[in-house]
């Protein structure tokens, strides 16, 4: 997984800067007039998924490894691309920002709560700080977001220039990230079964038409609230699973799950952009 660390960083930072630079005044306008679909869609992000999960977990009775990383997958919410994802699969290019800002910030309450729950529900002694998630979100998207939102504060000219180029530049980072990651994670895969994928594929396909009858009528808003709501982030679930120095095991589930919502995902957008093409948009 060396070459996945090495490209994660620059990739990920890239994207978020590119998204940071079409951040204003707007966004915050979006957000207002959107602000009961922007409640509810957190809402559907944050609690819905989670409580599936458990209960699946208990049904099926998914002890160890596998229960540990879907039980993390589920309650990390506000994936680093997601909102990339949302755009491109016709989001709203002012709602989807701010509702992915709105997810991210919440996630910084959300994820050491639900750890408790966690811990409370099967004695599991999870333990997570504030600091911990609060540093990783921040790193990870905030501050790419931030800087790209400066630059279109105080150069609005120069950030309309440099948005486009660097989105084709993450776009493409992407495309070599995701085959690098393909390459190392099929043994990783392997060695734990497709159980993790195929339910990170069940729980995205839920997750998206969670998300989209939580954005009610509003067309524009639904592929970003889809999107947001299926996505979640590896990178919270590490974190989680490193604190608490869980076995190698729970985070190879937790890349098998990721790839299981990749696909879906993917899947959903390359419908989505078939409808927009359709429609000669």
């Known amino acids: 997984m060396q070459w996945v660390g090495l490209i ?116 599991a002694n999870f333990q997570v700080t504030y600091l911990q998630i609060g540093k990783q979100v921040f790193f990870s998207q905030l501050l790419p977001l931030l800087l790209g939102a400066l630059i279109r504060y105080l150069k609005p000219d120069l950030a309309t220039r440099l948005e486009p180029r660097a989105a084709r530049l993450g776009n493409r980072l992407v495309a070599v990230f995701t085959v690098i990651l393909l390459i190392d994670i099929v043994p990783i895969v392997a060695s734990i079964g497709y159980v993790p994928t195929l339910v990170g594929a069940g729980m995205a396909t839920f997750a998206l038409a969670i998300g989209g009858l939580f954005a009610g009528d509003d067309a524009e808003a639904r592929p970003a609230a889809a999107i947001a709501v299926a996505m979640r982030n590896p990178g919270l679930a590490l974190v989680i699973a490193e604190a608490n120095r869980a076995p190698p095991a729970v985070s190879a589930v937790i890349l098998g799950y990721t790839v299981g919502v990749a696909l879906v995902v993917s899947g959903f957008l390359w419908w989505k952009r078939r409808q927009m093409r359709a429609m000669g948009l």
């Open 8 to 123: 994660a960083l620059p990739t990920l930072f890239t994207v978020m800067f590119a998204i940071g630079l079409m951040l204003g005044p707007a966004q915050v306008a979006a957000a207002m007039q959107r602000r009961t679909i922007l409640l509810a869609v957190l809402f559907a992000a944050v609690v819905p998924l989670p409580v599936v999960t458990v209960v699946a977990v208990e049904i099926f009775n998914l002890r160890g490894p596998i229960g540990v990383g879907l039980l993390l997958m589920a309650i990390s919410p506000g994936a680093p691309f997601a909102l990339r994802r949302a755009i491109d699969a016709g989001g709203h290019r002012d709602f989807a920002p701010a509702l992915h800002i709105a997810i991210v910030a919440l996630a910084v309450v959300t994820v050491p709560l639900s750890v408790a729950i966690l811990d409370a529900l099967f004695s």
